[in-house]
């Protein structure tokens, strides 16, 4: 079992940057591929960013891909997403959670992840 707690929203301008914090509890989060999620009102939530367990391997969303950077630091039970040019578009709860056991690494579905966090708010101003 993994709790993940997530920090760092805000209001920002557009251009601007954030940098979201997940931080896990228990023993296992090095044991879980991890990944960042999304959702604006009245929308669904959506994939944005995940990282294999050990940090070498990551895989985004088209939407975010060359401005978001999903990282972690296992001896810090801490999962990051750095966040730069920021758009009105990317206004949205941001979610934390972890790859479930026995479903494929490159799983974009919110289905294939657990442990959700209660979620930070970010709001992009235009």
């Known amino acids: 079992q993994v709790q993940l707690v997530e920090s760092g929203g805000g209001l920002v301008q557009a251009g601007g940057s954030l940098r979201l914090s997940c931080a896990a509890s228990?023993?296992?989060?090095?044991?879980?591929?991890m990944g960042w999620f999304r959702q604006a009102p009245g929308k669904e939530r959506e994939f944005v960013a995940a990282?294999?367990?050990?940090?070498?391997?990551?895989y985004y969303a088209d939407s975010v891909k060359g401005r978001f950077t999903i990282s972690r630091d296992n001896a810090k039970n801490t999962l990051y997403l750095q966040m730069n040019s920021l758009k009105p578009e990317d206004t949205a709860v941001y979610y934390c959670?972890?790859?479930?056991?026995?479903?494929?690494?490159?799983?974009?579905?919110?289905?294939?992840?657990?442990?959700w966090g209660q979620g930070t708010q970010v709001t992009v101003s235009s």
């Open positions: 990282i294999s367990w050990n940090g070498g391997a990551t």
């Open positions: 228990g023993r296992t989060f090095n044991e879980y591929a």
């Open positions: 959670a972890a790859l479930l056991r026995n479903r494929a690494y490159g799983s974009r579905r919110s289905i294939d992840f657990g442990f």
